[in-house]
T-cell receptor
Framework: EAQVTQNPRYLITVTGKKLTVTCSQN?????MSWYRQDPGLGLRQIYY???????DKGDVPEGYKVSRKEKRNFPLILESPSPNQTSLYFC??????????????FGEGSRLTVL | RKEVEQDPGPFNVPEGATVAFNCTYS??????FFWYRQDCRKEPKLLMS???SGNEDGRFTAQLNRASQYISLLIRDSKLSDSATYLC????????????????FGQGTILTVHP
């Protein structure tokens, strides 16, 4: 089954404790991206990757890191989480790199709480 | 001014009603436009792409007005199952006018269809 898988789905952590949210897709997509969703602010792009070893900042990259060493994986790293990073995070992938119809396939989301 | 703006609603309509949503965008060089649907606590899913000539998919019609920089979504004969948040998405072009991976979401319009 074609899918984007995120882990963990739910996480409660404390300020400053490094964490990684994994994202994996099995559709051989070149493009992958991370978003956070907050009430009243909608979905905001954190980082995206057009292909392996190519990453770019989105609208809200501060406090996050990403890597794209393999085509299927695009982990989101919070080196020193803070309470303002409490949010619902979505990973997404696309086969066209947004040059064509650009349908994004989303993971189910990871709800992160930083105390 | 936000890059992509939507009326957050909520829109409360009876079954069978016709409802329309608008979305304005600020970058005249924008390349691609989409409507996504998001059910409560779920991931967004593509509803339809928006083409320059307008396009229709069953009860749903999408229009693009480049001169006024807005896109619209019309839902005819609303069903209870149409209740969701509708997200307008714009893929902005870079300075050279080519498409790249930065996607911007509107904050979403909440639709509730009641019996």
């Amino acid at each position: 089954e074609a899918q984007v898988t995120q882990n963990p789905r739910y996480l409660i952590t404390v300020t400053g404790k490094k964490l990684t949210v994994t994202c994996s897709q099995n559709m051989n997509h070149e493009y992958m991206s991370w978003y956070r969703q907050d009430p009243g602010l909608g979905l905001r792009q954190i980082y995206y990757s057009m292909n392996v070893e190519v990453t770019d900042k989105g609208d809200v990259p501060e406090g996050y890191k990403v890597s794209r060493k393999e085509k299927r994986n695009f982990p989101l790293i919070l080196e020193s989480p803070s309470p303002n990073q409490t949010s619902l995070y979505f990973c997404a992938s696309s086969s066209t790199g947004l040059k064509g119809t650009g349908e994004l396939f989303f993971g189910e989301g990871s709800r992160l709480t930083v105390l | 001014r936000k890059e992509v703006e939507q009326d957050p609603g909520p829109f409360n309509v009876p079954e069978g009603a016709t409802v329309a949503f608008n979305c304005t965008y600020s970058n005249s060089a924008s390349q691609s436009f989409f409507w996504y649907r998001q059910d409560c606590r779920k991931e967004p899913k593509l509803l339809m792409s928006v083409y320059s000539s307008g396009n229709e998919d069953g009860r749903f019609t999408a229009q693009l007005n480049r001169a006024s920089q807005y896109i619209s979504l019309l839902i005819r004969d609303s069903k209870l199952s149409d209740s969701a948040t509708y997200l307008c998405v714009v893929n902005f072009a870079n300075a050279g006018g080519t498409s790249y991976g930065k996607l911007t979401f509107g904050q979403g319009t909440i639709l509730t269809v009641h019996p």
